[in-house]
Structures are given as C-alpha cells and as structure tokens.
C-alpha cells in the first residue's frame, strides 16, 4: 500500500510492526549474550576452587560484586545514553563488557577476580534499563508491555542454553588455555562482535529511521510526542516525583525479585551437583529446565494480565508461586529441592517481566531513564546480597538451607507491598497496534 492510501493508523501500525521486526530480535540477542556473560561463573566454580583457591563464600562475594559495579554506574550510563544516543551508547556498553567478560580467563588471583567482576558489572550497568528507555522512545505506550516481555525472554532464553553451551566449551582446550578459559573466551568474544553490529544496525531516533517511509515516521513521532504529552500534563506525576515512598517501594519490590532470580542462578548449579556424579555437561542441560518452564510462565502470565487487567495482582500472584516454590526446596534431598526450584522459576520470572510496567507508566520521558535506571540499579543489588549471603551460610553451615527460607519469606512480603504501589489508568488515546 503506498503512503498516499495509507490513514494514520495504518501508518502507526505498520511503523509499529517494523520497529519490532528491526530492534526486537537484536535486543534479545543482546541480552542472551549479556546474561551468559553475567553468569557463566556459576558453571565455573569447582574450576575457580582448584586453581585460584576461591572458597564458597569468596565465590559468592566475587559473584555479588557484578551488582555493586551494576547499581553505582548505572545512572551515569543511562546519563551518557542520553547524551550519546542509543546506538552509540548500546554499542560501546557491548564492546566493554565483552573486553571485561573475556579478560576474566586471565585472573590468578582472587583479588583480580573480585575488581574484573565489578568493571563487568560497571559496563554492564546502563543495557537492561537503556532497552526499556529505548522502548519509551520508539514504541507507543500500549505496545511496550509486549515488548518488554518478549525482551526479558532473552535472559530465560540464556539461562536455558547457558548451561549446555558452557558445558559443551568446557570440553575444550586449545591453544594451551583450560576448559574454562576458553568457555570465557569463547563467550565473550560474542560481545564483542556484537558490538559491531549494533553500531551499524541502530538508529537512535525514528526521525533517523530510512527504513521507515515518511508517514511512518510521522505518524509514530507524532503518536509518542501525544503521550509525552499527556503524561506531563497528569497531575499525579509532580506527586509522584515528590514522593520518595513510591520510588522506595519499587527498589524494594524489583529487589525481591532480583534476590530470588539471582540466588537461583549462581547456586543452582551447586544444588544440581550434590545430586549425585554428573558431568559438565550434565549439570548444564538439568540447570536449563527451570528457565525452559519459566518461558512458559512468562508468556502465560502476560498473556493474562493483557486480557484480565490488575497487574498489581498478577505480579503479587507470582511472587507467591516463587515463595512457596522456594519454601519447598527445603523440604526434600537434592532432587526435590531441584524440582522445587523449577516450580518456582515459573513465579520469579514472571514476576520480573509483569513487574516493569507499573513504575514504567509513573514517569515522564524526561526522567524515565534515569528513574528506571534508579529502581533496577538499587533493586539489583539482590544480586549481590543473594550469590554472597549463600556463599557464606554454605561456608559457615555446609549447607543454603537458611537462604532458601530467607527467599520465600521476602518473596511473600515483597507480595504485599505491591499492592501499595499506585496504579494510574492508561490515557484514553492509547490502543493496542497489532
């Protein structure tokens, strides 16, 4: 159809329909290679153990440490993303931490693991919440929802091929490097690559968009600037700003999620080990279940709280399954602590994904960037607060039993606090461009 024939909204339909086509699949490829770089030390561990001495609890301070360099550096990324643009920005965020990610086959010592840790998490910092601001700038209000589920599948998606991938590398020695360096190398070396692409594949306007037509690229401005509009002209905002409660609560809440999330992804492997003698490889395909089912529930939960509105109540529900889930993998051995565990990824994972937009629709595009930046930085800091305080009740107890209670029992609380947070309705413009 050309442009003359198209109406507004067929014009805004189909620029909605190429924007994702177009930034969709490479942010979730992003983040696929992002968290395999987060988390690859999970599957490392023993080796780490045996040649550079890392006890359980140095294991979990190094493995924390990722999110002190995270929640420090990320407002001043998000501030440089802006000031950048995006495609610069995301571009050079993937160049660095692939450069920190594949320097940390190199450590001897675990002083150098501890400081290459923290630059990861440094360069690391602004991706995650520069993909939601990315959102804010190119999709209408009614269609982020959706993207950003879809987006947060890439961490599930890496959490699945992360362990046979890692697993599979681990076999590998070349060029004199061990098992383990060359899965590091290996994995990191993505980034960087990557990196290239993104520099020449993203746009960081729709107005620099030549692959969209005019009235494209018309009508998608015009509709961003309208909601822009009116969400400076809602009163609740100047409340909102002003209320250090409101942002407080969704720190709290994000790290709750974050805590569970992360507890799970660096101990979830140790728990697969005691199981009994298995390989690599072994522990890497079990370690994929949990996230191949919390795909499931991702989308599940999304797709409810698209037709039933109360996205307070589908995030609070969430929360409850990865309670009682966690709570159970107290119970049993090894084995029911396992399964357990991928009941409760069906919970903290969907909670992740329905939790953005609520504080998503509080705030301004003048101050999105920096308020999401602010609620992810502070409330990841649950990744180090979990991997650490795991590492030091097995070194202290032999045993994570403690922190698997600690889990259920703020997942239940963080369940409640939700429905503290204020909703606001969408504006009356806003549709749904399938």
Known sequence: MHDAAQTPNDSLRAAVSKVKWRI???????????????????????????????NDQAFGFGAGLFFIGYAVFEVPSNMMLQWLGARRWLAIIALLWGAFATCMAFVHTAQEFYWLRFFLGAAEAGFFPGVIYYFTRWLPSSERGKAIALFLSGSAIASIISGPLSGYLLQFEPYGLKGWQFMIVAEGAVSVVLAAFTWFWLDSTPGDARWLSESERLALTDTLQAEAQAVRQRPEFSEILKSALQLALFCLIYFAIQLTIYAATFWLPTIIRSMGT?????????????????????????????????????????????????????????????????????????????????????????????????INSL???????????????????????????????????AAGLVFFVRTKPQATHERSFR
């Open 24 to 54: 969709l699949p490479l942010f979730i490829v992003m983040f696929i290679v992002n968290y395999v770089d987060r988390v690859n030390i999970s599957f490392i561990k023993e080796h780490l153990t045996l040649d550079l001495g890392l």
């Open 278 to 374: 298995l390989s690599d490889m072994q522990v890497g395909c079990l370690n994929s279940l949990p996230w191949i089912i919390s795909i499931f529930g991702m989308y599940l939960a999304a797709a409810g709280a698209a037709r039933w509105k109360n996205q307070q109540a589908w995030v609070a529900g969430a929360l409850l399954i990865a309670g009682v889930g966690m709570l159970l993998a107290t119970v049993g051995g090894p084995l029911f602590a396992f399964i357990a565990i991928c009941f409760a990824a069906l919970g903290f994972k969907s909670a992740a994904s329905l939790f953005w937009p609520i504080p998503q629709g509080y705030f301004d595009a003048r101050v999105s960037a920096v308020a999401i930046a602010l």
């Open 379 to 413: 409330g990841n800091l649950g990744g180090f607060v979990a991997p650490y305080t795991f590492g030091v009740l097995k070194q202290q107890t032999g045993s994570i039993q403690g922190g698997l209670y600690g889990l259920a029992v703020t997942s239940v609380l």
